[in-house]
């Protein structure tokens, strides 16, 4: 059972705009969020997270929203340039599990 | 800094044969971890280990095996390879002290004909 999902498998956004990707999650165990990113023929690398005792967290151009009611998050990239331009998988665990769940992707195009 | 190194990069094996996936880290860190990406899906948990001598099951462990005799590296072994096993394998490590931030190798791709 998929209890990470990323319903958008592509996004295509205008260099200077804002980039928002979405996360809906089933667990309600879950209380640590992660992002990674991934550009082709490497690994994914870890961006930005958030714990499930806030509901926002910035780093840079880089925001983590995190709605627990709606088991929902974001990621907002503000603003998006071509170098951001790669796949974004969706992460969360639960407590001690070592079992981290990854949604299956959204890949990001940023247009000169 | 080498980070996490896989290796090989990439191979195909035929059905029934076995092979060995390398995996070496050189940041000290406690926890280890393989990963199975199929198209279009997330990534999946084969195995982990939380140091030397100690591993165990992660979501989809059938058909694999681990051993982590060193903090370094930590092997993942094919014995009878099936088309399922078609896939990219990620190989990451992590602290204890953090271990949902994880460093990733760059993966090796799989394709079992």
């Known amino acids: 059972d998929q209890q990470v999902k990323q319903n958008s498998p592509s996004l295509s956004v205008q260099e200077g705009r804002i980039s928002i990707l979405n996360c809906d999650y089933t667990?309600?165990?879950?209380?640590?969020f992660l992002w990674y990113k991934k550009y082709p023929a490497e690994g994914p690398t870890f961006l930005i997270s958030i714990s499930s005792i806030k509901d926002k967290n910035e780093d840079g151009r880089f925001t983590v929203f995190l709605n627990k009611s709606a088991k929902h998050l974001s990621l907002h990239i503000v603003p998006s340039q071509p170098g951001d331009s790669a796949v974004y998988f969706c992460?969360?665990?639960?407590?001690?599990?070592?079992?981290?769940?990854f949604g299956a992707g959204t890949r990001l195009t940023v247009k000169p | 800094n080498a980070g996490v190194t896989q290796t090989p990069k990439f191979r195909i094996l035929k059905i029934g044969q076995s092979m060995t996936l390398q995996c070496t880290q050189d940041m000290n860190h406690n926890y280890m971890y393989w990963y199975r990406q199929d198209p279009g899906m997330g990534l999946k948990l084969i195995y982990y280990s939380v140091g030397a001598g100690i591993t165990d099951k992660g979501e989809v462990p059938n058909g694999y095996n681990v051993s982590r005799s060193t903090t370094e590296d930590f092997p993942l072994r094919l014995e009878l390879a099936a088309p399922s096993q078609t896939s990219v394998y990620f190989c990451?490590?992590?602290?204890?002290?953090?271990?949902?931030?994880?460093?990733f190798g760059a993966g090796t791709r799989l394709s079992v004909l």
């Open positions: 992460a969360a665990s639960a407590g001690n599990n070592n079992d981290m769940r």
């Open positions: 667990n309600s165990m879950f209380d640590y």
């Open positions: 990451a490590s992590s602290y204890r002290q953090a271990k949902n931030i994880q460093y």
